[in-house]
């Protein structure tokens, strides 16, 4: 059976109490037999052997009475045996009380008997005989019938006193006998006692510290990194409880230790995903080209490239569907088939429409992205691109000095849609002419889509606001100010990446050869 | 984080059956959904109409699992219609494009009207 420590330490005090209570029970009792011992002695066979003897003897008086009177003076030896007659009675009366038992009552009825017919003799006959004169009969008559009843008197007596002289001889015996069960059952009492004490003195610390150490020992298999160590712990009490409890936090540590080396992995992965993603901006005079990123875990599905020659920069942004490491695999897909296509030198549609066969082909159908792929035309300012689902690019005007007040709007050209999922996901193209001072931005929907604690998105109609107001900082803030602002309304929980692409025209510039940059898109 | 789980309430049409989400669709519970459209494959009821009333925020991760659903009953010889009102839903279907490749109605039986075949 299996119990809690707390029972069984209960349990064995509890045993030790009723042992402790069976030895006290052991104890009154042995007293009570002593006290009924005591009680039949002195209060019942002691007097009732006192009351025989005086009867006895008062009968012995009243014949040595009579027989005096008849020899000499009558009266005063005739209230003598007067008294002793009174003595006899109240003897009689006392001894009734103390011989109770049947065959003492037959031995006294018969004494008593006996003096009766003794005290009707000499009433009856002797002394009316002495009286009339006639003594010498009077004193026949009690020598020989007299005699006789007093004899019969002392036998009765004699067989009463044996008889009480039995019943003390059996209670000594009883009383021995209860002495050797008390001692019987003192010697298991103090036995059971024993038992119980070494059960709970010994066997229960000696269990309990066995299961400890098997604790301890586990506790060391854990720090050698053995998370596999069997406590092997079945005592059904709270050192079991214990052992499950460390069972649990071993398999916690080994999927801690599990995750910690997933996170070393998930390092690698980031720090190629970092490597992917351009880390020096090309220098481009006539551009200024300020990317941010914002990624809510260590990978994430946000990805862009940026590509400068004296003529053009091409700037892409995609947003790879799901989170984590999922998406962070198809951003990098993407962007490597993307880049591959772009370095063989094909021409913008070429390379979004190859990328796209090639997703198809290599990703799952719950996988896609989302994308923009734009270049801006350095000497003349004009910037195309195809969006392929992805939100719109907002176009910002105005620098905010000597009046010239921001402003902007999002850029909604023709759409196309998903990378990764349509076999013909279109290749409509937006173009819009930048002036100097002109502001195109790019953006991922973690800024769309982040949440405020109560549930609400950001939103478009905010990011607008928030552009145009913090514009006035300038370009190089600008991203790092909207992520802050997005942050601080998702309370510091986002859920998304947040990239922003920020292009800002600042105006042809002459080329050595004197030529403008053709575009082909 | 732990994983969430979406409630999702599957009633049968007659010939097809409608799909109810309710709660956020996004990277946590978008599971759920993914689990339920492979049962209707399992099943062979591969006509699924997703009602999207219910779910007030869906992300990229709601949106793919969705587009894939479209795919994977399709090629079971189904398909998926999406009944949705929500503003923001339609806005982000529109977006991405998956707008024209699958039917999208206020209501569930319109949009099972739009099933292919």
């Known amino acids: 059976m299996k119990l809690s420590l707390r029972w069984k330490i209960m349990g064995g005090f509890g045993l030790m109490l009723l042992f402790i209570a069976l030895l006290g029970w052991v104890t009154l009792s042995l007293f009570g037999s002593v006290r009924a011992v005591q009680r039949k002695v002195f209060r019942e066979a002691i007097p009732a052997l006192v009351a025989v003897d005086e009867i006895v003897r008062s009968y012995t008086a009243q014949s040595a009475a009579v027989r005096g009177s008849l020899i000499g003076s009558l009266d005063a030896l ?31 009825d018969n004494l008593t008997e006996a003096g009766s017919q003794f005290h009707s003799l000499v009433d009856e006959e002797v002394i009316p005989k002495a009286v009339a004169g006639n003594r010498a009969q009077a004193f026949l008559i009690l020598d020989q019938d007299g005699s006789r009843l007093i004899q019969d008197i002392e036998v009765q007596g004699e067989l009463l006193r044996t008889l009480q002289e039995q019943r003390l001889q059996d209670t000594e015996n009883e009383l021995s006998s209860r002495s050797r069960q008390a001692l019987i059952i003192l010697v298991i009492v103090l036995f059971g006692v024993g038992v119980a004490g070494i059960a709970l003195a010994f066997l229960l610390p000696r269990r309990l510290s066995r299961n400890l150490s098997r604790l301890v020992e586990a506790t060391r298999a854990i720090g050698r990194g053995d998370f596999e160590h069997d406590v092997g712990i079945h005592s059904g009490d709270e050192v079991e409880e214990l052992a499950t409890r460390f069972t649990e936090m071993q398999s916690g540590l080994q999927r801690l230790q599990q995750l910690a080396l997933q996170d070393r992995e998930l390092e690698i992965a980031a720090s190629i995903q970092r490597n992917l993603l351009i880390r020096h901006i090309p220098h481009s005079p006539g551009l200024k080209i300020i990317p941010m990123q914002r990624q809510a875990n260590l990978v994430g599905g946000d990805w862009y490239d940026i590509d400068v020659t004296p003529q053009a920069a091409t700037v892409v942004v995609g947003d790879a569907s799901g989170k984590g490491i999922a998406a962070a695999l198809m951003a990098t897909v993407a962007l490597s ?59 910002l005007r105005g620098t905010g000095v000597d009046g010239d007040d921001p402003r902007g709007y999002y850029v909604e050209g023709p759409r196309n849609r998903v990378l990764g999922w349509f076999e013909d996901p279109g290749l409509n193209v937006t173009v819009i002419q930048m002036s100097p001072g002109d502001r195109l931005i790019f953006y991922t929907d973690g800024f769309l889509e982040a949440k405020a604690p109560e549930g609400e998105v950001f939103g478009e109609q905010r990011l607008a606001e928030a552009i145009v107001r913090l514009s006035r900082m300038g370009t190089d803030q600008l991203g790092e100010l909207l992520v802050g602002e997005v942050e601080r309304f998702a309370a510091g929980k986002l859920d998304d990446d947040l990239t922003m692409l920020i292009v800002e025209y600042e105006g042809a510039v002459q080329q050595d050869d004197g030529s403008a940059a053709a575009l082909n898109v | 984080m732990a994983q969430q789980k979406v409630e999702i309430e599957i009633t049968d049409a007659g010939s097809y059956r409608v799909l109810k989400p309710t709660g956020d669709l996004d990277v946590y519970t978008v599971g759920s959904l993914r689990d339920a459209i492979g049962r209707m494959i399992e099943e062979a009821t591969p006509k699924v109409v997703v009602d999207l009333d219910g779910v007030p925020f869906m992300d990229s991760s709601g949106l793919g699992a ?52």
């Not at chain 1, 007659?85 to 065959?103: I, N, Y």
């Not at chain 1, 159908?365 to 907002?394: C, K, Q």
């Open chain 1, 337 to 395: 088939f993307l880049r591959a296509e772009k370095g063989l030198g094909s021409l913008p549609k070429t390379v979004i429409a190859r990328t796209n066969e090639a997703l198809l082909d290599a990703t799952d159908p719950d996988s896609f992205t989302t994308s923009i792929y734009s270049v801006i035309d350095i000497a003349s300012g004009e910037a195309r691109w195809l969006n392929m689902g992805h939100p719109a690019p907002f176009l």
């Open chain 1, 78 to 108: 005739l209230d003598r045996y007067q008294r002793e007659v009174e003595v006899a009675k109240h003897w009689e009366t006392r001894a009734r009380e103390l011989l109770t038992d049947g065959h003492e009552s037959e031995l006294l």
């Open chain 2, 66 to 117: 969705l587009m894939g659903g479209v795919r994977r009953l399709r090629e079971a010889g189904g398909d998926l219609a999406i009944a949705c009102t929500r503003e923001q839903h339609l806005k982000l279907f529109a977006i991405t494009g998956f707008g024209e490749g699958v039917s999208i109605a206020p209501t569930v039986e319109e949009a099972a009207q739009g099933f292919r075949g």
